[in-house]
């Protein structure tokens, strides 16, 4: 079995499918796909949820095999510049952050997120678990998944996709089931997240984050800050929508390096034009935070500055036409999404996100002035140094 970088969609043998017990009298599982040939047999694609079907047999990897690749992840990113991530692990995942917390060698700070669908006694007892005002390690928001991805034709679309006119993607629930579950956990006082790439999928997650705010009393909706992961393509519409909803775009300019030479094929020209739309949303008010989707992508923001300000390929590709320039952002407008934004959008914005008296103090030195290089020379800079509560935990070697 092979599974797709976004993790969206996976190809299996019929080896695989056989000790599964995947056959063509398998019916497709809610919110998934299993594809099939003609004749009605299996392909061997499983789309979305339908990958569940085998990653339930796959052995769970030890606490050493965790620790191994958190260790990893965590030293990959320091070494980029990333001095907090906002992770969706599992919660086995998070008993190693602390168990590294408690040892003193957890290097950078970490929020966890948990999962929108689990039961609220559940997630409930999770949050309970760690103290919320641990400045290294807490609980976050809860992430659902409203659909899938662009690169595996699952971004739940509102019209078929322009090069595959039977798919309209797949979304990953009912919206009077996504409404009722909202409410629910909102009223729980849980910050909720929607992975969102599609329009469809978008105007899913602002129905129920507004229904939401309908069935709560305003001073219950002060601090939930909804949020949509991705927000990669909108209806012209639903940026008045969003914007009155005061829902944050939560997006990651890097993936337009990975999507421009062919997701206007896939959207076609008028669905194209509000997609990665990071100056529309700033037009409408709309609160903007960006991070790196690592490890669908590098972890580096340096490489997201530089989409964020070009909407180019990589400096050296053959390819360089623009994708729709009206919607580059300045510099500053950029750092700003990946630093306060990004600390607002975790309800933290009053400890870090600025360099200021009172904030942590958690910065980087780079070996250049961002607000004074060029697109190209921005995509070349080097971090230096980490810092991290006022202590180094990354410099370069000819640095220390």
């Known amino acids: 079995m092979f599974s797709r970088v976004d993790d969206h969609i996976a190809v299996a043998n019929s080896a695989a499918l056989k000790a599964w017990g995947l056959t063509r009298a398998t019916p497709d599982p809610p919110g998934g796909k299993l594809d099939r040939d003609a004749s009605g047999e299996l392909t061997g694609i499983l789309r979305e949820t339908a990958k569940g079907m085998y990653e339930a047999k796959i052995p769970p990897p030890t606490t050493k095999l965790r620790r191994q690749a958190l260790e990893i992840a965590a030293a990959e990113a320091i070494r980029h510049g990333v001095t907090s991530v906002q992770d969706y692990s599992s919660w086995e995942d998070f008993r190693v952050y602390e168990q590294m917390e408690r040892e003193g060698k957890l290097p950078l700070r970490v929020s966890e997120w948990l999962t929108f669908s689990d039961p609220p006694a559940v997630l409930t007892r999770q949050r309970a678990a760690h103290r919320p005002d641990d400045v290294m390690l807490h609980t976050g928001m809860l992430k659902g998944f409203m659909d899938g991805s662009l690169g595996s034709h699952t971004a739940a679309l509102n019209a078929p996709y322009s090069d595959d006119p039977q798919n309209r993607g797949l979304a990953g629930y009912e919206q009077a089931r996504l409404d009722e579950m909202t409410i629910e956990r909102a009223r729980l006082g849980f910050q ?21 705010q309908a069935a709560l009393p305003p001073a219950q909706r002060e601090g939930l800050r909804f949020r949509i992961e991705h927000d990669q393509v909108i209806a012209a519409p639903d940026l008045e929508r969003q914007a009155a909803l005061h829902v944050i775009a939560s ?85 700003h999404a990946y630093t306060q934004g990004a600390a607002y959008a975790e309800g933290r914005e009053n400890i870090k996100g600025r360099l200021a008296p009172g ?34 935990v990354f410099a370069e070697s000819h640095e220390r």
């Open 192 to 212: 909720i997240g929607f992975h969102a790439i599609g329009d469809r999928a978008v105007s899913m997650a602002l129905h129920a984050f507004a229904a939401a």
């Open 251 to 335: 997006m990651q300019p890097c993936h337009l390096l990975t999507d421009l030479r062919w997701v206007q094929e896939r959207l076609g020209p008028e669905r194209a034009r509000y997609s990665y739309a990071w100056k529309s949303m700033l037009d409408h008010g709309i609160p903007l935070a960006f991070g790196t989707d690592y490890p669908v992508e590098p972890v580096s923001p340096l490489r997201g500055l530089y989409a964020a300000v070009t909407r180019m390929e990589t400096p050296g590709s053959a390819h360089n036409a623009v994708y729709f320039p009206e919607e580059r952002l300045s510099i500053a407008q950029a750092i």
């Open 359 to 392: 904030q942590l103090a958690d910065f980087v030195v780079l070996d250049r002035d961002l607000l004074r290089a060029t697109p190209e020379e921005i995509f070349k800079t080097r971090v230096l140094r980490t810092v991290i509560g006022g202590r180094t």
